[in-house]
């Protein structure tokens, strides 16, 4: 049987100032193929280029990735700031409905960073924009210079930084085996309110919401605030996830083949 395909879902970047382009980090790419067993498939982040429905009746899956623009807040009841730029509003005008119709047709869903908050405000949850800012919270933002710059090691940037309690007997916890992890940190934005249907099922140490799932969803509905595609070779949390995500994207193939 041919490998499942998982969507991945484009960031909209200006290149040389010029050029409009729809980018993927390849970990991402290299995640799916190597570690999940899938044909990745990068699609735009733009409703006037991917229609979703000829998208959900192509893949197997859906990979909502990480990105540095954020959610723009009107889509949970907050006024934009220019200190909580860039926005991506043609990726939210994308990812919010497509959220939806994978749930509603039961095809597997994995939200990473970016696509962990989009699941959240789809289900009519908010975020905080600088989740540093509340008090007691941790700086979850990327490692920095003292002179601003992003540090240049990776290592450092992805590494562990803190570890996010599991919710005992849930589908993290069952899925990896334990109900303590230690994972790396790369936003600044998170989640303030959960949307109606979030489950939460991964909260860090200072309570910021880590891991989610989807309440009732048909398939895998699963969402982490963390980067687990930098390691997923090598870390068994990230493996893991990764392993889980293609399984069910296989057996929705496998599904689809047997009603042709």
Same mark, same amino acid.
Request: hydrophobic share 45%.
């Given at each position: 049987?041919?490998?499942?395909v998982?969507? #991945?879902?484009g960031n909209a $970047?200006?290149l040389d100032?010029?050029f409009t382009?729809?980018?993927?980090g390849e970990n991402?790419?290299?995640a799916l193929?190597?570690?999940?067993?899938? *044909?990745p *498939?990068?699609?735009?982040?733009c409703?006037?280029i991917?229609d979703l429905?000829?998208?959900l009746?192509?893949?197997?899956g859906?990979?909502l990735?990480g990105?540095?623009?954020?959610?723009?807040?009107?889509h949970f009841?907050?006024?934009?700031?220019p200190a909580?730029?860039?926005?991506?509003e043609?990726?939210d005008?994308?990812?919010?409905?497509?959220?939806?119709?994978?749930?509603?047709?039961?095809?597997p869903?994995?939200?990473?960073?970016?696509g %962990?908050?989009e699941m959240?405000?789809?289900?009519?949850?908010? *975020?905080?924009?600088e989740?540093r800012d509340?008090?007691?919270r941790?700086?979850h $933002?990327m490692?920095?210079l003292?002179n601003g710059?992003?540090?240049?090691d990776l !290592? #450092?940037?992805?590494?562990?930084r803190h570890?996010?309690r599991l919710?005992?007997?849930?589908a993290f916890?069952?899925?990896?085996?334990?109900?303590t992890i230690? #994972?790396?940190?790369l936003?600044?934005?998170?989640i303030?309110?959960?949307?109606?249907?979030i489950v939460? !099922?991964?909260?860090?140490?200072?309570?910021t919401?880590?891991?989610?799932?989807?309440a009732?969803?048909p398939?895998f509905a699963?969402? #982490?605030?963390w980067h687990?595609?930098?390691?997923?070779?090598?870390?068994?949390?990230?493996?893991?996830?990764f392993?889980? %995500?293609g399984?069910?994207?296989?057996r929705?193939?496998?599904?689809?083949?047997?009603r042709?």
């Amino acid at each position: 049987m041919a490998r499942p395909v998982i969507g #991945v879902i484009g960031n909209a $970047r200006l290149l040389d100032n010029r050029f409009t382009a729809q980018i993927v980090g390849e970990n991402n790419l290299r995640a799916l193929a190597e570690v999940a067993g899938a *044909l990745p *498939l990068v699609f735009a982040g733009c409703p006037a280029i991917t229609d979703l429905g000829d998208l959900l009746d192509t893949v197997d899956g859906i990979l909502l990735t990480g990105g540095r623009a954020n959610v723009h807040p009107t889509h949970f009841r907050t006024e934009p700031h220019p200190a909580h730029e860039p926005y991506d509003e043609a990726r939210d005008a994308t990812a919010l409905p497509l959220i939806e119709a994978c749930i509603a047709r039961g095809v597997p869903l994995f939200g990473i960073c970016r696509g %962990f908050q989009e699941m959240n405000v789809a289900f009519g949850g908010s *975020l905080h924009p600088e989740i540093r800012d509340i008090p007691g919270r941790l700086n979850h $933002r990327m490692p920095r210079l003292e002179n601003g710059e992003i540090h240049p090691d990776l !290592e #450092v940037v992805f590494a562990e930084r803190h570890a996010v309690r599991l919710t005992r007997g849930g589908a993290f916890a069952r899925l990896l085996g334990r109900e303590t992890i230690r #994972v790396n940190s790369l936003h600044g934005q998170g989640i303030l309110e959960p949307g109606a249907r979030i489950v939460i !099922e991964g909260i860090a140490e200072d309570d910021t919401i880590e891991a989610i799932r989807i309440a009732d969803a048909p398939g895998f509905a699963l969402g #982490v605030q963390w980067h687990p595609e930098h390691d997923a070779t090598t870390n068994p949390i990230n493996r893991a996830l990764f392993e889980a %995500f293609g399984a069910a994207a296989a057996r929705r193939r496998a599904e689809a083949g047997s009603r042709r």
